[in-house]
């Protein structure tokens, strides 16, 4: 008995000290709030030559910084500029072999779609993002491609979930045209087609641009017989501009469409 209350004694001695060292070497609340202090500055210098200094906007975005804005920029990233990421994942199988068109820096792909799926094709026709996801976002599962989504074949005959987040808006309306029919061809029978995109006229490089969900439902349902959509409103740039954003789940089957929907129950009366 005495043997054993010893053995626990040391124990919390051990612990009591692993606990010392840890805030002796990393800190306490001061040290945080300066290494965040440090972290935002930097980023927010990132932004200042991204967006502002830089001879040329960048075409994807940097979501190293927007996911620090969302936790550490009081109030600056809406979480609804994080929906289109859940809304995709939300629709994948653990054995789904997925295609990102326009994948940017992959953070996306890599949180959000790798570990929901099998494997992932992710795919930029800006070499800047695709070296910048293989830098930052890489996992065992994703195989990023610099390739044209409209002039070069997909990486694969067939896919189950194929993802266009944020992306149409970029292609002319011709190209969308070719895409969306690549896009239909290459997915499984029951295979689903998930994206979203800005409603209105938002973005400095966006070749078209769509005024109401209605718009997308009547481009998708030439190519799919079953179209959801739903659209959030939510303020950016420090609430000096009101986002239309919005998505949808395209099928030519609704069994896996139905599959993601939240079920109701009736109380019994």
């Given at each position: 008995?005495?043997a ?7 124990r ?6 692993a ?18 202090w440090?972290l935002?500055?930097h ?17 994807f ?8 804005l ?5 109030g ?17 199988r653990?054995?789904?072999t997925?295609l ?9 792909t890599?949180h ?6 099998a494997?992932v ?7 800047g ?7 930052t976002?890489?996992?065992s ?30 292609f002319?309306?011709?190209e969308?045209a070719?895409?969306?029919?690549k ?20 973005g400095?490089?966006h070749?078209?641009?769509?005024r ?7 481009l998708?349902?030439?190519?799919f017989?079953?179209v ?18 919005a998505y949808w ?10 599959e ?10």
């Amino acid at each position: 008995m005495l043997a054993k209350k010893g053995r626990m004694d040391l124990r919390r001695l051990m612990r009591a000290f692993a606990s010392f060292w840890e805030g002796l070497v990393w800190g306490g609340t001061i040290r945080e709030e300066v290494l965040i202090w440090l972290l935002r500055h930097h980023y927010q210098s990132l932004f200042r030559r991204l967006w502002q200094l830089g001879t040329k906007k960048p075409h994807f975005t940097y979501h190293r910084l927007t996911w620090f804005l969302f936790g550490f920029g009081k109030g600056r990233i809406h979480p609804y500029q994080l929906a289109r990421a859940f809304y995709a994942a939300e629709v994948l199988r653990s054995d789904d072999t997925v295609l990102d068109i326009g994948c940017g820096d992959g953070f996306l792909t890599n949180h959000f779609l790798s570990t929901q799926c099998a494997e992932v094709d992710a795919i930029d026709i800006d070499p800047g993002a695709i070296h910048l996801a293989k830098r930052t976002n890489t996992r065992s599962n994703i195989t990023y491609y610099l390739r044209n989504a409209v002039t070069e074949p997909f990486p694969r005959d067939k896919y189950d979930v194929i993802v266009w987040n944020g992306a149409i808006g970029h292609f002319a309306p011709a190209e969308t045209a070719l895409v969306l029919k690549k896009i239909a061809t290459a997915l499984h029978p029951a295979g689903i087609f998930a994206g979203s995109e800005s409603l209105g006229h938002e973005g400095h490089d966006h070749l078209q641009f769509f005024r109401t969900t209605r718009d997308l439902e009547d481009l998708f349902q030439s190519h799919f017989a079953h179209v959801w959509t739903k659209a959030l409103r939510y303020p950016i740039n420090d609430a000096t501009f009101i986002r239309d954003e919005a998505y949808w789940w395209c099928s030519n089957s609704p069994s896996r469409l139905t599959e993601s929907t939240w079920r109701h129950v009736n109380r019994p009366s």
